[in-house]
């Protein structure tokens, strides 16, 4: 039995949570509560999460090495919920967990019975979260939309249009990442008043309202204020030169804030008069002559050696660190230090890395991990969990019902 013991440690052991999630947003949300300790049975459809294949990098079919690291800690099961019997068996595994956590649009989960007002009755305790694309209450409601979708609409993209002259993607899905853990941290929210109240809650988190609020947290800036006091943005970060700089041999990023460690900054680099220069000599005056201050880091850097000028900042206590690209994180030796990577045999894909949990919990983590599971690979021992004899999970197995 691939099953989770009991002991395991972690804040949320014992906690149940159906996860009818699919791609990154859902996932990395469900993947979250189950490193905490959770107990977590992956619902997939016939052919399974497209993740499964999305991804380059595999060892065998529908096994991504990205669907390896958002599906560690779950449980599959395949239910087919366009039929009777497999919407009935999905229901029963809600009725006795704790969170139901999906990001199937609104008015599909509706038509289902799965939406919090059909499921309340049948688990008054239920914790129902919703990821979705777009609030209900909006016009852009029950659209589709990935991560891109939401970059482009919520002004991630139009932040680079500010800073490069044209709109670009962050190169990886922050929104969902940032969606997914957002929604993590309000199930964690609802558990806790579920034990003050015993009710259960319905969620809604959207992905453009919440990266919306990312971005204009940021960036609103004078347009706090109504009206507004000047120009939306700041411009340290819409800069062009907000990005690691030059040097001789590579690059190195630098980030002096404070009186102290900007003066300590000008001294480094020979350059003490610039402490007196007036855009310069207060934190105000650096952000109000951000470019300024900003050619002055680009036209000192660019004379050194990165390991030299790290040298010379450490000395002098100045915000400074080198560059890693994605392959350099793989030997990076504060990682290292920490335990960050970790190897294991995996059942069926043998020897894979995966990433060790950072939170950390004095009160106990989760001790055993499990790999991210095949599709369907726990069908038969879940429905088993469920109250299902072994003739009736031969005949939803034989009509398709699941698999």
């Excluded at 294949?53 to 599959?76: D, E, H, Q």
């Excluded at 934190?283 to 036209?299: G, H, L």
């Excluded at 969990?385 to 034989?398: F, N, R, S």
């Amino acid at each position: 039995m691939n099953r989770p013991a009991k002991g395991t440690g972690g804040p949320l052991e014992g906690v149940k949570v159906v996860d009818l999630t699919t791609v990154v947003v859902g996932p990395i949300c469900t993947r979250t509560l189950a490193d905490q300790g959770a107990e977590v049975v992956k619902v997939e459809a016939p052919g399974g999460d497209i993740l499964r294949y999305l991804a380059a990098g595999s060892r065998t079919p529908a096994m991504s090495g990205k669907f390896i690291n958002f599906n560690r800690n779950k449980r599959s099961i395949v239910l087919d919920i366009k039929q009777p019997e497999g919407l009935a068996a999905l229901k029963r595994l809600i009725a006795a967990a704790d969170v139901f956590v999906s990001n199937v649009r609104p008015a599909a989960l509706a038509r289902a019975g799965l939406d919090h007002a059909s499921l309340a009755p049948l688990n008054p305790r239920l914790i129902h979260c919703g990821i979705v694309a777009f609030g209900t209450d909006g016009r852009y409601a029950n659209r589709p939309a990935y991560d891109p979708i939401i970059q482009s609409l919520s002004g991630v993209a139009g932040t680079f249009d500010r800073a490069i002259g044209e709109p670009r993607f962050v190169p990886m899905v922050m929104t969902d990442h940032i969606t997914g853990l957002v929604s993590a941290q309000a199930i964690g929210f609802a558990l806790y008043r579920r034990e003050k109240t015993g009710v259960g809650e319905a969620i809604e988190v959207p992905m453009f309202e919440t990266m919306a609020s990312f971005v204009t947290s940021e960036h609103l800036g004078a347009a706090t204020f109504d009206p507004p006091e000047g120009p939306t943005g700041d411009a340290r970060l819409l800069s062009a030169d907000y990005r690691p700089l030059p040097t001789l041999d590579g690059y190195i990023t630098v980030r002096p804030n404070d009186n102290r460690q900007s003066f300590a900054f000008f001294d480094a680099i020979g350059r003490p008069e610039l402490k007196e220069d007036p855009r310069f000599s207060t934190p105000i005056r650096r952000t109000e002559n951000a470019a300024d201050y900003f050619t002055v880091q680009v036209e000192a850097l660019a004379t050194k050696t990165t390991a030299t000028w790290l040298e010379i900042f450490a000395k002098a206590d100045v915000p400074a660190a080198g560059y890693n690209t994605i392959d350099d994180l793989l030997e990076d030796p504060h990682l290292q230090d920490v335990g960050f990577w970790n190897f294991d045999e995996h059942p069926t894909e043998g020897r894979i890395r995966r990433t060790r949990t950072p939170v950390t919990f004095r009160g106990g983590m989760r001790e055993q991990v499990l790999p991210a599971p095949r599709l369907g690979a726990q069908t038969r021992e879940i429905l088993a969990e469920a109250g299902y004899d072994a003739v009736q999970i031969d005949a939803m197995l034989a009509t398709g019902a699941a698999q």
